[in-house]
């Protein structure tokens, strides 16, 4: 577990633009479990490409005319039990964090793992999203 004074600017990154922190695996539950609709997930993290990539691609991302009905967000190595109650929607992938994924009515229809965030620019993430966006918003 990290410090919560270290991590609270990384959370609030994403809830300051409108993303829902989920911190139980209830929470997630809650908001992945058929839910109707698209959920954008983004599993957070302290890691560098989390803050240069992956934060500011999802962000960016939602800058489309299509965009997901639902945001949220567990931080991987802080919400221990919700990251891990969230992985298991992300079957088949394995544990990746940062990562990011898009659920429609329920069900995972398009994930970006660490290896397609990692060495990407935010730019190139965000173009990815809008695309999955057109596809399934």
């Known amino acids: 577990m990290y410090?919560?004074?270290?991590?609270?600017?990384?959370?609030?990154?994403?809830?300051?633009?409108?993303?829902?922190?989920?911190s139980s695996p209830a929470d997630v539950e809650k908001n992945l479990e058929s839910r109707q609709g698209t959920t954008l997930l983004v599993v957070n993290s302290v890691c560098g490409c989390a803050a240069a990539n992956a934060r500011p691609g999802a962000k960016m991302s939602l800058q489309a005319e299509k965009r997901p009905d639902n945001l949220v967000t567990v931080f991987a190595g802080v919400d221990a039990d919700a990251t891990a109650k969230a992985r298991e929607y992300l079957a088949p992938y394995?544990?990746?964090?940062?990562?990011?994924?898009?659920?429609?009515?329920?069900?995972?229809?398009?994930?970006?793992?660490?290896?397609?965030i990692e060495g990407r620019s935010a730019q190139v993430i965000a173009e990815n999203l809008k695309m999955a966006y057109e596809t399934y918003c």
């Open 3 to 22: 410090p919560i004074a270290l991590v609270t600017p990384m959370a609030q990154d994403l809830t300051d633009y409108g993303f829902e922190q989920l």
């Open 94 to 116: 394995p544990p990746s964090s940062p990562s990011i994924a898009l659920f429609k009515d329920g069900k995972l229809v398009h994930f970006l793992e660490r290896r397609h």
